[in-house]
């Protein structure tokens, strides 16, 4: 039987005109895509494509189909769309809670994406200072969905979205020329600090006890996005989240010898409604952490 997905790949093969391209486009890999039009040549029973050097082309039979194939394509939008109304996940308003940094450098993407999707749909952002400031939240109905570290002992469901990562900001002309450091050469530095309560000042009170010592604080600040500026600017170091860094950043970054890291996740209450579960399977695809 003929599949969706079959059609899907005929098209995408033929408008980006290379197995190669469209598998990147598909986010699967080319021997998989190679085989479902495969499978569908062999279910429709001729060759569709031609397989040339530097290229592909339509056959007889590949030109007859492909227009009924972006038909069904699109028949097939038209109907998710529409249950996709029915069920709410067109039109109304979600909560969404999180933390400082993941505001910054991990929601941005699926946001973008969402709002493509669903242009009607309203969006409601809360920034917490902590984690448990977020699951609190959460428990007491403020949100419809978080985005923040795992909370212990959640009832509802959650969605692992990756590990997020973190670097030393150090300014553009420091001594340092390798790609990683130890946190304990950087014992008797004044820190880039975060202010009391802040979710990441535990993270680098942690990591630095880790390396043997206690960080002293140059300056604190309340927002994430301000620590790898001051860094920079050479006030201390700062241990901040590698997403939140912007392209063409002009501090030094550096990881730790020790990688610093920590699990993300959307967290819901029990039984979500059906806008809320189409906007963590979107986190979940286009999330960066």
Same mark, same amino acid.
């Given at each position: 039987m003929t599949s969706l997905r079959q059609l899907e790949y005929l098209v995408t093969v033929v408008d980006t005109g290379s197995f190669t391209r469209a598998a990147e486009q598909l986010h699967v890999t080319q021997p998989a895509l190679s085989?479902?039009?495969?499978?569908?040549?062999?279910?429709?029973?001729?060759?569709?494509?031609?397989?040339?050097?530097?290229? =592909?082309?339509?056959? /007889?039979?590949?030109?007859?189909?492909?227009?009924?194939?972006?038909?069904?394509?699109?028949? &097939? #939008?038209? +109907?998710?769309?529409?249950?996709?109304?029915?069920?709410g996940l067109m039109a109304g308003e979600l909560l969404v809670a999180t933390v400082y940094s993941v505001s910054l450098g991990v929601l941005p993407a699926a946001l973008?994406?969402?709002?493509?999707?669903?242009?009607?749909?309203?969006?409601?952002?809360?920034?917490?200072?902590?984690?448990?400031?977020?699951?609190?939240?959460?428990?007491?109905?403020?949100?419809?969905?978080?985005?923040?570290p795992a909370p212990a002992g959640w009832e509802g469901p959650v969605t692992e979205l990756?590990?997020?990562?973190? =670097?030393?900001?150090? /300014?553009?002309?420091?001594?340092?020329?390798?790609?990683?450091?130890?946190?304990?050469?950087? &014992? #008797?530095? +004044?820190?880039?600090?975060?202010?009391?309560?802040?979710g990441l000042a535990e993270v680098l009170d942690a990591a630095c006890a880790e390396a043997g010592f206690r960080p002293r604080a140059a300056v604190r600040t309340e927002q994430t996005a301000t620590a790898p500026i001051l860094a920079a600017a050479g006030l201390g170091p700062a241990l901040v989240p590698a997403n939140v860094l912007p392209p063409g950043f002009e501090g030094r970054v550096l990881r730790p010898a020790k990688p610093v890291r920590r699990v993300l996740t959307a967290y819901s209450r029990p039984e979500p409604d059906p806008l809320t579960r189409g906007f963590v399977e979107v986190l979940a695809r286009h999330a960066r952490p």
């Open positions: 085989h479902q039009v495969r499978a569908l040549e062999q279910h429709v029973g001729g060759p569709l494509l031609e397989r040339l050097p530097r290229a =592909v082309r339509l056959t /007889p039979m590949g030109r007859a189909m492909l227009p009924h194939a972006r038909a069904a394509l699109a028949d &097939a #939008e038209r +109907a998710r769309c529409a249950a996709r109304q029915a069920s973008r994406v969402w709002r493509r999707e669903h242009p009607a749909v309203d969006v409601q952002l809360f920034e917490h200072r902590h984690a448990d400031e977020l699951r609190d939240a959460m428990a007491a109905g403020e949100a419809d969905v978080a985005i923040g990756g590990t997020e990562e973190f =670097v030393v900001v150090l /300014p553009a002309d420091d001594e340092h020329r390798d790609t990683t450091v130890d946190l304990a050469t950087l &014992a #008797e530095c +004044a820190w880039v600090h975060y202010a009391p309560g802040h």
